[in-house]
């Protein structure tokens, strides 16, 4: 089996040092040491992440969380982008507060997916699986409808759905995009719809910021 020499020091974000000796890279991989790494990662993703969505200045300035929005919001937004731009604005700015409202509710979700990560996952991290597809395989749809009814409460409490159906009244587009003959958008489908947009940018962030750092803590393992 192919083995590898750690020359370096590898550093946690305990700041503890840990060095080791020449070991098998799946042997290395799927200690004690290796699991420990990458829950690390996940867990500094985490937080990253966490603290985007605290800040509305900094959740409005993500472009990963913009990348997450999802098809049927965008056709949306590009319709009131010509009708009513500012209420697009104020869209993004309340899905913004939404964002923040969700924080502690997502959390300790991802923190408990992280902690229960094991060998297993691990080899697939190793295999070439990222961390954060597996983090997100193993919580987003119990994201989605963790947060959902959080995003619903923010976004009526600010009569947004009201506010887009009375700008959209009158048009054939909500009809052809929602299907049937509905001409107005439901304050659920919104708020479903915004909620899978808050739970993507999150896992874009996390994996952007473990493509930022798997070569540094993952190198040793070979990926």
């Given at each position: 089996?192919?083995?590898?020499?750690?020359?370096?020091?590898?550093?946690?974000?305990?700041?503890?040092?840990?060095?080791?000796?020449?070991?098998?890279?799946?042997?290395?991989?799927?200690?004690?040491?290796?699991l420990s790494i990458i829950k690390r990662m996940l867990l500094n993703?985490?937080?990253?992440?966490?603290?985007?969505?605290g800040s509305k200045e900094a959740f409005?300035?993500?472009?990963?969380?913009?990348?997450?929005?999802?098809?049927?919001?965008r056709d949306i937004n590009s319709v009131l982008e010509k009708i009513a731009p500012s209420l697009v604005a104020k869209e993004r700015d309340y899905i913004a507060q939404a964002a923040a409202y969700t924080v502690n509710t997502s959390r300790p979700i991802l923190q408990g997916a992280v902690n229960s990560l094991n060998a297993q996952d691990v080899t697939r991290i190793i295999?070439?699986?990222?961390?954060?597809q597996i983090l997100k395989e193993k919580t987003s749809q119990q994201l989605i409808a963790a947060i959902a009814p959080k995003v619903d409460?923010?976004?009526?409490?600010?009569?947004?759905?009201?506010?887009?159906?009375?700008?959209?009244?009158?048009?054939?587009?909500?009809?052809?995009?929602l299907g049937g003959?509905?001409?107005?958008?439901?304050?659920?489908?919104l708020s479903q719809l915004a909620s899978e947009q808050l739970v993507n940018g999150l896992f874009n962030i996390i994996e952007d910021y473990e493509h930022q750092n798997s070569k540094s803590l993952l190198g040793p393992f070979g990926k």
């Open positions: 089996m192919k083995k590898y020499i750690i020359a370096a020091a590898l550093i946690i974000g305990t700041g503890a040092v840990i060095t080791t000796t020449v070991q098998s890279c799946t042997t290395l991989a799927t200690s004690d040491m290796g993703g985490i937080d990253k992440g966490m603290g985007i969505y409005l300035q993500n472009n990963m969380v913009d990348k997450a929005l999802p098809k049927e919001l295999q070439g699986t990222t961390a954060t409460e923010k976004l009526n409490e600010y009569g947004i759905v009201k506010t887009i159906n009375t700008a959209l009244s009158g048009s054939n587009f909500l009809g052809s995009l003959n509905s001409n107005t958008v439901n304050a659920g489908g």
